[in-house]
C-alpha cells in the first residue's frame, strides 16, 4: 500500500530542547495512525513540522511521495488539519468560515449555498446553517465539528488531527469518532490523530505510533497490538520459579522476566488450584493488561513484560 | 495568490472591526474639519496657515496623527487576529507559500489604512470645504500632489513597519505602542529641532538650514515639516501650526528634503518588507 506520509529522521530542536529526535515514520494509505504520547511527548511538533507551521530542525518527509520544498506547498493541498485548536475565524458565522475556507481551497461548486449546506450537514451543525450566531458564541463540540467541516472542503486525501476531542463531552466524542470512522471508511480518507484519550483513540486506529520525549518508541498495528496487550495475571508465590515450571506443565503460557506472569487463561480458579495443589503459598494475584493505556504505560516506562 | 488576496479582501468585508475603525475615522476626520474651521476663522488672507490643502496635508505628512495612528492599529489587529485565530495555520497547509501569505496581507493591511485614511479625510473635507480657504494656486498644485506621494510612501512605510513588529510579537500591543512611542519621539525630535536651529525668530540662517537639513534624515517627522516648508515657505506638524519663513536666503533646498525622505522612507520600507517577508518564511509560526 502506498504511504500517505514519509518522514526521514525527522528531528526538532527548540533551544536546548529536542522535541523531536530523528522520528522516521510511514503513514499508509487508507490507515487511521494513532499518533500516542503524553503531554509534551512531541505529538504536536511532528504534526507542526508536517503542516509546516514549523521547520525541522534536520531530517525531511514527504507528501505522496513529493518531498522537494516547491512541490510540498503543493501537495499540502491534499491535507488538511486541525493543529492543537479548530482555526476558525470567530467573529463570522459557520456559513462564512465554511465559504473563506473554499475560497482558500479554490473550491467553486455549481451551487456553492448547497455545498456549505452539505458540509454542515455531514457534522451534523445543521442547526447553524441559516443562523447568523458567531463562531465565537458556538460551544467547544460545535467549534471542532465546524472545524471538520472546514478541513473537508476540497476533499481532502490526508486529515490530520491534534487532539480533536479535547473538551469534548462523551456525546461529542462518540460523534467526532463516528464522523472520523465513516470517512476513513466511506471515503477512503487516510486520517493521523493525536490523542492522549487512549481508550477513545483505540476504537478508531488501524495502526498506532507511540512516541515519548520526542523519540519514536513504536509503530504497531491494532492487530499486533491486541496481541501484545493481552490480559495477564502477574502472580507472586512462596516459591515463583516452582510455579512457573508448573504452570508450564499445565499448558499455562508463561513468562518469568520482571516476575511471574501467566497469559492466555481461561480458568483462574484451575491456575491456582496447581499452585496450591502443589504446596505453594499464594503471596499476591493481579490482572493487568488488556487495555491501551497499560500498555502504552509499560511501553514507556521500559518495563513491557 | 489572487484566491488569498480574495480571502483577505472577503475578511475585511466581513469583519466587523474594519468598519469600527473606519467610522471612527470619519468621526475624526469631522472633528478635525470643525477644528480647522475654528482655527481658521482666528486667521485672515488667503496664505492663512489653515486651508484645504494643508489639512489633507495633514492626513498623511505628521506621521503620527489619529488617522495613522488609527491605520496602524486596524492594520496589527487585522493581521494579529489571523496568528490569534490560528487560522494563518490553514493557510500554509492548504497549498500556499509563506510568501504569498506574507504579500497578500501586507497588501491587505495596506488596504485597510487607506481606506482608513481616506475616510478620514473624506470626512475633514466635506466640512472643512465650507469654512476654510481652499489654498490651491496654480504654483502649489503640483509641489502638492508631489508631498501627497511622499506622505503615501511615509504611510506605507509606517504600516509595514508596524506589520513587521506584528510578526516578532506576541502581544499586538507591542507594535502599536512602539509605532507611537517612535512617533511621539519623533515630533519631540522635532521640536527640539525647530527650536534649536530656528529658535523661536522665524529668521534662520543658511548655515542653520544646511545643519537642519543633513540630519533631517533622522528625523521622521520633519520630513512633514520639510514637505510643507521646502516649497511653500510654511512648517506645520502633528502638534501645532507655526508660521516661519524657512528659507530667508532663497537657496533651493528641494534636494535635501526629496532625498531625506526617500532616503528614510524607503530604509524603513524595505527594512521592514524584506525583514518580515524573511521573518514570516523561515520562521515557525506561532
Same mark, same amino acid.
Given at each position: 500500500?502506498?504511504?500517505?506520509?514519509?518522514?526521514?529522521?525527522?528531528?526538532?530542536?527548540?533551544g536546548?530542547?529536542?522535541?523531536?529526535?530523528?522520528?522516521?515514520?510511514? $503513514?499508509?494509505?487508507?490507515?487511521? #495512525?494513532? =499518533?500516542?504520547?503524553?503531554?509534551?511527548? @512531541?505529538? &504536536?511538533? !511532528?504534526i507542526?513540522?508536517?503542516?509546516?507551521?514549523?521547520?525541522?530542525?534536520?531530517?525531511?518527509?514527504?507528501i505522496l511521495?513529493?518531498?522537494?520544498?516547491?512541490?510540498?506547498?503543493?501537495?499540502?493541498?491534499?491535507?488538511?488539519?486541525?493543529?492543537?485548536?479548530?482555526?476558525?475565524?470567530?467573529?463570522?458565522?459557520?456559513?462564512?468560515?465554511?465559504?473563506?475556507?473554499?475560497?482558500?481551497?479554490?473550491?467553486?461548486?455549481?451551487?456553492?449555498d448547497?455545498?456549505?449546506?452539505?458540509?454542515?450537514?455531514?457534522?451534523?451543525?445543521?442547526?447553524?446553517?441559516?443562523?447568523?450566531?458567531?463562531?465565537?458564541?458556538?460551544?467547544?463540540?460545535?467549534?471542532?465539528?465546524l472545524?471538520?467541516?472546514?478541513?473537508?472542503?476540497?476533499?481532502?486525501?490526508?486529515?490530520?488531527?491534534?487532539?480533536p476531542?479535547?473538551?469534548?463531552?462523551?456525546?461529542? $466524542?462518540?460523534?467526532?469518532?463516528? #464522523?472520523? =470512522?465513516?470517512?476513513?471508511?466511506k471515503? @477512503?480518507? &487516510?486520517i !493521523?490523530?493525536?490523542?492522549?484519550?487512549?481508550?477513545?483513540?483505540?476504537?478508531?486506529?488501524?495502526?498506532?505510533?507511540?512516541?515519548?520525549?520526542?523519540?519514536?518508541?513504536q509503530?504497531?498495528s491494532?492487530?499486533?497490538?491486541?496481541?501484545?496487550?493481552k490480559?495477564?495475571?502477574?502472580?507472586?508465590?512462596?516459591?515463583?520459579?516452582?510455579?512457573?515450571?508448573?504452570?508450564?506443565?499445565?499448558?499455562?503460557?508463561?513468562?518469568?522476566?520482571?516476575?511471574?506472569?501467566?497469559?492466555?487463561?481461561?480458568?483462574?480458579?484451575a491456575?491456582?488450584m496447581?499452585?496450591?495443589?502443589?504446596?505453594?503459598?499464594?503471596?499476591?494475584i493481579?490482572?493487568?493488561?488488556?487495555?491501551?493505556?497499560d500498555?502504552?504505560?509499560?511501553?514507556i516506562?521500559?518495563?513491557?513484560? | 495568490?489572487?484566491?488569498?488576496?480574495?480571502?483577505v479582501?472577503?475578511?475585511?468585508?466581513?469583519?466587523?472591526a474594519?468598519?469600527?475603525?473606519?467610522?471612527?475615522?470619519?468621526?475624526?476626520?469631522?472633528?478635525?474639519?470643525?477644528?480647522?474651521?475654528?482655527?481658521?476663522?482666528?486667521?485672515?488672507?488667503?496664505?492663512?496657515?489653515?486651508?484645504?490643502r494643508?489639512?489633507?496635508l495633514?492626513?498623511?505628512?505628521?506621521?503620527?496623527?489619529?488617522?495613522?495612528?488609527?491605520?496602524?492599529?486596524?492594520?496589527?489587529?487585522?493581521?494579529?487576529t489571523?496568528?490569534?485565530?490560528?487560522?494563518?495555520?490553514?493557510?500554509?497547509?492548504?497549498?500556499?507559500?509563506?510568501?504569498?501569505?506574507?504579500?497578500?496581507?501586507?497588501?491587505?493591511?495596506?488596504?485597510?489604512?487607506?481606506m482608513?485614511?481616506?475616510?478620514f479625510?473624506?470626512?475633514?473635507l466635506?466640512?472643512?470645504?465650507?469654512?476654510?480657504?481652499?489654498?490651491?494656486?496654480a504654483?502649489?498644485?503640483?509641489?502638492?500632489?508631489?508631498?501627497?506621494?511622499?506622505?503615501?510612501l511615509q504611510?506605507?512605510?509606517?504600516?509595514?513597519?508596524?506589520?513587521?513588529?506584528?510578526?516578532?510579537?506576541?502581544s499586538?500591543?507591542?507594535p502599536?505602542?512602539?509605532?507611537?512611542?517612535?512617533?511621539?519621539?519623533?515630533?519631540?525630535?522635532?521640536?527640539?529641532?525647530q527650536?534649536?536651529?530656528?529658535g523661536?525668530?522665524?529668521?534662520?540662517?543658511?548655515?542653520?538650514?544646511?545643519?537642519?537639513f543633513?540630519i533631517?534624515?533622522?528625523?521622521?517627522n520633519?520630513?512633514?515639516?520639510?514637505?510643507?516648508?521646502?516649497?511653500?515657505?510654511?512648517?506645520?506638524d502633528?502638534?501645532f501650526f507655526?508660521?516661519?519663513?524657512?528659507?530667508?536666503?532663497g537657496?533651493?533646498?528641494?534636494?535635501n528634503?526629496?532625498?531625506?525622505?526617500?532616503?528614510?522612507?524607503?530604509v524603513?520600507?524595505?527594512?521592514?518588507?524584506?525583514?518580515?517577508?524573511?521573518?514570516?518564511?523561515?520562521?515557525?509560526?506561532k
Amino acid at each position: 500500500m502506498e504511504n500517505v506520509i514519509e518522514t526521514h529522521n525527522l528531528t526538532k530542536r527548540y533551544g536546548t530542547k529536542l522535541a523531536l529526535d530523528d522520528v522516521s515514520l510511514n $503513514i499508509r494509505a487508507g490507515s487511521i #495512525l494513532g =499518533l500516542v504520547g503524553k503531554n509534551g511527548a @512531541g505529538k &504536536t511538533t !511532528l504534526i507542526r513540522l508536517l503542516t509546516d507551521v514549523a521547520h525541522p530542525t534536520s531530517g525531511s518527509y514527504s507528501i505522496l511521495g513529493i518531498s522537494d520544498p516547491i512541490g510540498l506547498i503543493k501537495a499540502r493541498r491534499n491535507i488538511a488539519a486541525m493543529v492543537e485548536t479548530p482555526a476558525l475565524y470567530l467573529s463570522m458565522t459557520a456559513r462564512d468560515n465554511l465559504y473563506s475556507r473554499c475560497i482558500l481551497m479554490d473550491v467553486v461548486p455549481e451551487n456553492l449555498d448547497q455545498y456549505i449546506d452539505d458540509k454542515l450537514d455531514f457534522v451534523g451543525l445543521a442547526e447553524v446553517k441559516h443562523s447568523k450566531k458567531k463562531a465565537k458564541d458556538f460551544s467547544l463540540g460545535m467549534r471542532q465539528r465546524l472545524g471538520i467541516a472546514m478541513a473537508l472542503v476540497g476533499e481532502p486525501k490526508l486529515l490530520i488531527l491534534d487532539e480533536p476531542t479535547n473538551g469534548l463531552d462523551p456525546e461529542g $466524542i462518540k460523534e467526532v469518532r463516528e #464522523l472520523l =470512522l465513516g470517512l476513513n471508511q466511506k471515503q @477512503g480518507i &487516510t486520517i !493521523l490523530i493525536s490523542s492522549h484519550i487512549l481508550t477513545e483513540l483505540s476504537k478508531l486506529a488501524t495502526d498506532y505510533a507511540f512516541i515519548d520525549n520526542g523519540k519514536l518508541v513504536q509503530v504497531i498495528s491494532a492487530h499486533d497490538l491486541e496481541a501484545a496487550a493481552k490480559k495477564r495475571l502477574e502472580i507472586t508465590t512462596s516459591d515463583d520459579v516452582k510455579a512457573a515450571s508448573i504452570l508450564k506443565e499445565k499448558g499455562f503460557k508463561v513468562e518469568t522476566a520482571g516476575g511471574l506472569s501467566v497469559q492466555g487463561y481461561s480458568d483462574n480458579a484451575a491456575l491456582i488450584m496447581g499452585l496450591t495443589d502443589a504446596g505453594l503459598r499464594l503471596l499476591s494475584i493481579r490482572e493487568s493488561g488488556g487495555e491501551l493505556e497499560d500498555y502504552f504505560v509499560s511501553l514507556i516506562d521500559g518495563d513491557k513484560k | 495568490m489572487k484566491k488569498l488576496l480574495k480571502l483577505v479582501f472577503f475578511r475585511l468585508r466581513k469583519e466587523k472591526a474594519p468598519w469600527i475603525e473606519l467610522s471612527i475615522a470619519i468621526a475624526f476626520g469631522l472633528i478635525y474639519g470643525a477644528v480647522y474651521a475654528y482655527i481658521a476663522s482666528l486667521s485672515s488672507g488667503s496664505d492663512s496657515v489653515v486651508n484645504i490643502r494643508s489639512t489633507i496635508l495633514g492626513t498623511f505628512s505628521p506621521s503620527y496623527n489619529i488617522p495613522t495612528a488609527l491605520a496602524v492599529a486596524g492594520s496589527v489587529a487585522f493581521f494579529h487576529t489571523e496568528i490569534n485565530y490560528g487560522t494563518l495555520r490553514n493557510q500554509i497547509t492548504s497549498g500556499y507559500s509563506r510568501k504569498q501569505i506574507f504579500i497578500s496581507y501586507w497588501i491587505g493591511v495596506l488596504a485597510l489604512s487607506f481606506m482608513i485614511m481616506l475616510g478620514f479625510t473624506a470626512a475633514n473635507l466635506l466640512v472643512s470645504a465650507w469654512f476654510i480657504p481652499v489654498g490651491f494656486t496654480a504654483s502649489n498644485v503640483g509641489p502638492f500632489f508631489m508631498s501627497i506621494g511622499f506622505g503615501v510612501l511615509q504611510t506605507v512605510a509606517i504600516i509595514t513597519l508596524a506589520y513587521f513588529l506584528t510578526h516578532l510579537m506576541k502581544s499586538p500591543a507591542w507594535p502599536i505602542l512602539i509605532v507611537i512611542l517612535l512617533g511621539a519621539s519623533s515630533v519631540i525630535a522635532d521640536m527640539l529641532a525647530q527650536m534649536i536651529f530656528f529658535g523661536v525668530s522665524p529668521n534662520a540662517t543658511a548655515d542653520d538650514l544646511n545643519t537642519f537639513f543633513s540630519i533631517l534624515v533622522f528625523l521622521p517627522n520633519s520630513q512633514s515639516a520639510a514637505i510643507t516648508s521646502g516649497s511653500y515657505g510654511i512648517f506645520t506638524d502633528g502638534l501645532f501650526f507655526a508660521n516661519l519663513t524657512a528659507n530667508p536666503t532663497g537657496a533651493d533646498y528641494t534636494a535635501n528634503y526629496v532625498f531625506a525622505i526617500l532616503l528614510e522612507n524607503l530604509v524603513v520600507l524595505a527594512g521592514s518588507f524584506f525583514g518580515g517577508f524573511f521573518y514570516f518564511d523561515r520562521h515557525d509560526l506561532k
